[in-house]
């Protein structure tokens, strides 16, 4: 069990003259199996939502990404002010894919390796 999955999320922390400087968090060692049960929930509830349900539903996202899986690493607004607009829900979503499932993307798979 010493090779635990892990999983990547990558953050703006600022933008100076057109470059971007960003940070690379990662998931904790150990994730215990009770916050698959609420990824699976939010999982459901992303199904389901229309209309004035998505903002509500991206709150409780950030909420369970900022302080369920990365354990308060980074506060909810830098989360929401470090990703980027047009990939920001897909990165969240992903995100729950991770806890549901084990699914890494590609980058973080990437990082990982390079830290190996």
């Not at 509830?45 to 998505?54: I, V």
């Not at 409780?60 to 002010?81: G, P, S």
């Amino acid at each position: 069990m010493a090779n635990l999955k892990r999983n990547t999320i990558t953050l703006v922390k600022e933008v100076k003259e057109g470059e971007i400087v960003e940070k690379t968090y990662l998931t904790p060692v150990f994730i215990p199996f009770s916050v698959v049960y609420q990824a699976l929930d939010l999982s459901a509830e992303m199904q389901k939502a229309k209309g004035n349900d998505e903002k509500q539903l991206i709150d409780k996202l950030i909420d369970f990404v900022a302080k369920d899986v990365y354990k308060n690493q980074f506060t909810k607004d830098e989360l929401i002010n470090g990703l980027h607009a047009p990939n920001a829900v897909q990165a969240l979503q992903d995100q729950i894919l991770f806890i549901a499932s084990g699914q890494q993307d590609d980058a973080s798979k990437k990082f990982l390796e390079k830290k190996n």
